[in-house]
């Protein structure tokens, strides 16, 4: 897939930058990660890596990835953000645990009994606790069906994004406070890409590496990030994130996946 420029593109870019960031769920909140990537692209400029700005590391934790992304998107630009793991949890466990069928309902109650923002806590500490609310490993999202993904409760094999998933809800919960109506989070917020704000969104990268040769000398994790960062700038570019961001067809789908969240892409 070729580099787009500014010039190269007979429509002007919507968003000022492009953000990919592949997550991770090991360890704890400042647990320096090499898992944990970042890669920023804007219309005139491919990805780069992003790194730590406070010099300890060069590699991210959580909670100093969370601040930095939360300074990023209070600033004037528009900026749009795939995150590598789920943003909310099948309708089955919504049912199973009486959480009303509310996004912002479901966020506030999981962190209630997953506080991974939390010092000194990892998934695993949560997951020995017997009265932990936990799901079932067969239940899915439709859109991780339809993407041939794991379910977000499928922990400790390859490919699992459980780990990730639960320790970055509560990021999400505490970047929705933050940051108010600044942000869109997409599609709870509703299907449309909002004009005048910035988005973050799940991103799934096995859709999108496909798309292009993998270059040498990265990691498995940085060629994630990157590749979520370039497929934003190059539907960008050719016009076509709105088609991309696209609710499903089928009206029942939609409106489920306003609560389960849904994968742009799919």
């Not at 099948?90 to 010092?119: I, K, M």
């Not at 806590?121 to 606790?129: F, Y």
């Not at 991309?244 to 306003?258: H, L």
Request: charged share 20%.
């Amino acid at each position: 897939m070729p580099l787009l420029t500014r010039s190269s593109s007979q429509q002007l870019a919507g968003f000022d930058a492009y953000l990919g960031i592949d997550y991770s769920g090991a360890g704890q909140v400042h647990a320096r990660l090499p898992g944990l990537r970042v890669y920023q692209a804007t219309p005139t400029s491919p990805p780069q890596e992003v790194l730590p700005f406070d010099g300890r590391s060069k590699y991210w934790s959580r909670a100093a990835l969370a601040s930095w992304l939360t300074h990023r998107l209070s600033g004037h630009d528009r900026i749009i953000v795939g995150i590598d793991h789920a943003f909310s949890f099948p309708l089955r466990y919504f049912d199973a645990h009486g959480v009303p069928h509310s996004w912002d309902s479901f966020l506030t109650d999981f962190c209630q009994h997953w506080p991974l923002h939390l010092p000194d806590l990892t998934v695993d500490d949560l997951r020995a606790v017997p009265t932990a609310r936990a799901g079932d490993a067969r239940w899915r999202r439709r859109c991780d069906v339809i993407a041939k993904a794991k379910s977000v409760f499928h922990f400790d094999v390859p490919g699992s994004v459980a780990k990730s998933t639960h320790t970055g809800l509560p990021w999400l919960l505490q970047m929705r406070r933050d940051l108010l109506a600044k942000i869109q989070f997409w599609p709870f917020d509703g299907w449309e890409l909002a004009s005048a704000q910035s988005v973050l969104f799940e991103a799934y990268p096995s859709l999108y590496r496909r798309l292009v040769p993998q270059l040498p000398g990265f990691t498995n994790d940085q060629w994630d990030a990157y590749c979520i960062a370039l497929w934003l700038r190059t539907q960008d570019l050719h016009g076509q994130l709105a088609q991309t961001f696209s609710p499903p067809g089928d009206p029942q789908s939609r409106v489920i996946a306003r609560i389960e969240g849904w994968i742009p892409g799919v």
